[in-house]
Every structure is written in C-alpha cells, then in structure tokens.
C-alpha cells in the first residue's frame, strides 16, 4: 500500500500550522503547540466512499486512509468496530427517545478504547523503527501498550502509579511487559515519562508517538457514525481524563464531512468527568478556555485521574463549536451509573463509564441534551478491570443449603418470581 | 549552589543540547529573561507575546507546578530545580 505515504502528508502544529516530518515528535519547538497529523483530503475524498469502506473487514482499519501510518497495520490489525448498542431499556430509564452504548468495553484485545490508539502509535512505531515502546498510563493504556508490544515482539516498558487497580496492575503484568510503580499521582508519572522519553529515544505513545496515538481514538468516531446508518448522532457523551478522545470524535465527525462521506449536519459533543478530577468540565461550566490543573485528584475513577489535562484546552474548544456541554459527578453516582448500564442495558463498564452515565443523566436532566434528540454514549473501558470500586455495592449472593425447600423460602418473597406467576 | 534548569529535548538546540543549565534570578520570571542573554530565543519559545507562559508549557519547581504557586513571580532560592516541561497526552 505505496500509496498510503500520500494521504498522509505531514505533521502540523496545531497552534502556529508549521509543517513537520513525520517522526517521533510530538511539539512545535517555537510555542509547543501539539502536533498533529495532516492529510490530503482530496486525495482521500477519490480514494473512499461508504461503498468501500463497507466492504472492507470490521476492524478500525477500514478507515485506514484516515489514520496516519505509511502502510498496512502491523500492530493491532484486529482492533475496533466493536458494537453499538440500541439501549432502549436504559432509554426508557433516562427519560428520553433515541439511546445508543458504543461499547468499547469489548474491544479487542484489552477491553478498553486504548487498543484503539495503542494499534496506531505501535504500528507507526515499527515504521519509525522502535524496538522498545513505552506509556505513561492510567492503567488502560499500559494493559493495551503491553499486549499489543507482546504481541509484535517489542519490548515494553509501562509506567503507572504505584496505587492503581490490582485488576489494572496484573493486566499488564500478565503480558511480560516491564511494569514499572511510581509512587506519585498521574501527571508525576506523566512528567517523569517526558524526561525518559527525551533522554533514552524510546518510542514512548503518549509521548513522542503521541500524534499517531491520538489519531487513532478518531476510529470511534467513524465507527459510530457508520454504525448510525451513516449518519451522526445528535449527541455524543465522552468520557474525559486528557480530553483527547473528544477533540478526536469531533475531528472524525468533521473528517467524515469533509471527504463526502456524511452530509453537513449538526451534532454536539458533550464531555464527563468525575468531581474528583474535573479541570476540564469545571473550565467549561465556567465558560472559560484556561483549565486550571487539579493538584491532588481524588476520585475512584483512577482511569480519568489526570490533574493537568494536555488536551483540555481542546476539549473546551471542541464543546464550544458544537454547542455541547460538560458535567462532572461524584463517585456515588459513578457508581450509580455502571450499576444502571449493567441492570438496563447488560453492559458492566468500569467507572469511566459509570462517569459517562451519570453526566450524560444530568446533561438531560438539565435540558442540555434534549429528550427527543438521538445520544450515544461512549463506553470506553470493561468493568472487570475495577471491581475494587463497585464491591460491596450491589449486594452479595444469598447462600442456602442444596434444599429445595429452603430455596422456596428464599423466593417466597421475590418479586419477580411473583409477577410471572400471576 | 545555582538553580538549574531542566531543558526538555524540543528546546536544546538553543542550548547547545546541554540538558541540565544553570541560571540566576530571584524568580521564575526573571530567570526566563536571564536565560535568553544566554541562550538568545529560549525566552519567546516558552512564553507568549504578551509575556505569559504559553498554555502548552508546565514549569515545575522542585516537582511542584508554578501554577499552584505563584506562577511566573514564584520565588526561587539557591539550589532550586526548575524543570520546563511539555504537556502530554492522556493515558
Ligand atoms: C476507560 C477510559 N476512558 C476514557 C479515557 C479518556 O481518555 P483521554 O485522555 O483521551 O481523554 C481514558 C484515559 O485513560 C480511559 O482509560
Ligand atoms: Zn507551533
């Protein structure tokens, strides 16, 4: 696939347009400006149309002209097109029309969005020529880095901090990868990994990768969109910790238009956060573009745990050009949330998800998101991965002796049993 | 013993690709301005017309980000670290 060098052109800075080569960089040296994939949109809008992309394989990689490698995938060619889910139930529940759950807590293989970025950034990696990769990570993006690394024989190195999930932990663990505890909160780590990443030349994803790994999350979005019936929801509810998934939703939206494959039509995305850590949704509330960082966040929702967050800026841009808003909630009502995704739609997510649901249950609530309007919500991670944060709070199983009489005492007053006995 | 300053990858072409470089001031903005008599261009590279660190820089000092201290009059003392560090995605 030669020709894939062209739709993918250069590297830009999203502040000044400076042009870059396509290496293992991540900022403009004049104002540090991230810097992002640019592509030749003409070029892609002769290439694809729904026609084509329809009869490729459900991966992420049908949108491939839309990704920023050279040619074919090499890591993660599996990744994506997970399913989304009409949530009638949940619908009914909320109080509004038209409810869809983009369930990433199946994607493959980590059962998080991450796999999704991961796939991108360690492809390019190969390209560029890395033998060893690393992440800074709240816990989902080190799981995919390590068996995405393990599985193209790459070495890994995963820095988190040292209290996150065991779930989290052993999930990356299993894969042989290096994993490596900091005692310290998330953008210690972060800080840490930036000095590595400039003295060791390890391919770092979310550092000197990072504009290959942000493109990838893009894939969500156009899956939604082709998943819709090509068309884009009204709203979209996007968890947030850097706030990158949601500036890259909205550039998949935009991309979509602009080489003819929607049609111009208006959309909102809308971002949650928990309390605990909610730079970006607090900026937003306040209607202002200076995120002000979080020093100390302190929430169960460690995933989202990021006190500066490098997109946030974006984010708020984002929101603000589609008239959508953001929320944050308390851990209570993460908890809340994935209990009322696992009881009306039989989706357990972790607590980003709860975060998903209990904002996008305010934004309604508060008119912001209008009852008759069509929603997705964005699950991006699986509940298995932080029970820690839900134990205790769905009760425990009743235990009996293997007694049929003592099983008819339990049900006796069952609820359920008695309804469908009448 | 002086502040040093911890110069991230993107910015030590200006610095002769020394990572570690000394500096004086009594604060954070006035060893910025110092910094550029040494290193001509170092100065606009981290702050913006207006003279405001731009929104894609994070400045520690001794681990501790100057925006929960006093940003750019943050008082410096003998010995301090100063670590210029560029935003990173999430993870
Ligand atoms: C499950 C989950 N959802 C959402 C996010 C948000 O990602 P972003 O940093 O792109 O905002 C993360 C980030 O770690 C995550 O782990
Ligand atoms: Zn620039």
Known sequence: ?422 | MPIQVRIPAPLRKLTNEQELVPATGANIGEVLTNLNTAYPGLFERICDESGNVRRFVNIFVNDEDIRFLEEKATPLKEGDEISIVPAIAGG
């Open chain 1, 1 to 422: 696939m030669s020709e894939q060098q062209t739709f993918f052109s250069n590297l830009k800075c999203r502040e000044c347009g400076r042009l870059y080569p396509k290496e293992a960089i991540h900022i403009c040296e004049f104002d540090f400006g991230p810097l992002e994939a640019a592509y030749d949109y003409d070029l892609i809008a002769k290439h694809i149309n729904r026609d084509v992309i329809a009869s490729r394989p459900q991966t992420m990689w049908r949108y491939r002209e839309l990704l920023p490698i050279d040619g074919s995938p090499t890591v993660g060619a599996q990744v994506g097109f997970t399913p989304l889910v009409r949530a009638d139930r949940l619908a009914k529940h909320l109080g509004v029309d038209e409810l869809y759950i983009k369930n990433d807590t199946v994607n493959y293989p980590t059962l998080s969005f991450k796999d999704r970025v991961v796939s991108v950034a360690l492809s390019r990696a190969c390209e560029l020529g890395f033998k060893i990769v690393a992440c800074a990570s709240t816990g989902n993006l080190a799981n995919s880095v390590a068996a995405n690394a393990a599985a193209a024989g790459l070495t890994s190195y995963v820095l988190i901090p040292a209290n996150l999930e065991k779930s989290k932990i052993v999930g990356s663990l299993v894969y042989g990868t290096q994993v490596i505890g900091i005692e310290g909160a998330y953008d210690q780590v972060n800080r840490l990994c930036s000095e590595i990443a400039g003295k060791y030349g390890w391919g770092f994803v979310n550092v000197n990768l990072r504009p290959y790994y942000a493109e990838g999350s893009k894939s969500m979005g156009f899956e939604i969109a082709e998943q819709l019936g090509w068309k884009l929801p009204r709203h979209t509810v996007i968890p947030m910790a850097s706030g990158s998934l949601l500036t890259k939703i909205h550039k998949a939206y935009k991309e979509f238009i602009k080489v003819g494959i929607l049609e111009e039509q208006p959309f909102s995305v809308h971002g949650a956060q928990a309390s605990g850590c909610s730079p970006i949704a607090e900026a937003k509330k306040k209607n202002s573009d200076i995120v002000k960082p979080v020093s100390k966040p302190d929430t169960i929702v460690k995933s989202l745990a990021i006190g500066t967050p490098a997109d946030g800026y974006y984010a708020i841009r984002s929101m603000n050009e589609t008239g959508g808003s953001a929320d944050d909630c308390t851990d209570e009502e993460v908890i809340q949330g994935i209990r009322e995704l696992a009881e009306y739609a039989g989706i357990f997510a972790e607590t980003a998800g709860g975060v998903t649901v209990a904002c996008a249950r305010k934004l309604i609530e508060s008119g912001k998101i209008p009852r008759n309007e069509s929603i997705v919500l964005c699950i991006t991670g699986h509940g298995l991965k932080t029970q820690e944060a839900i134990h205790g709070h769905c009760g425990e199983p009743r235990v009996i002796n293997p007694s049929l009489r003592e099983f008819e005492a339990l049900i006796a007053n069952d609820a359920a049993v008695l309804q469908t006995q009448n």
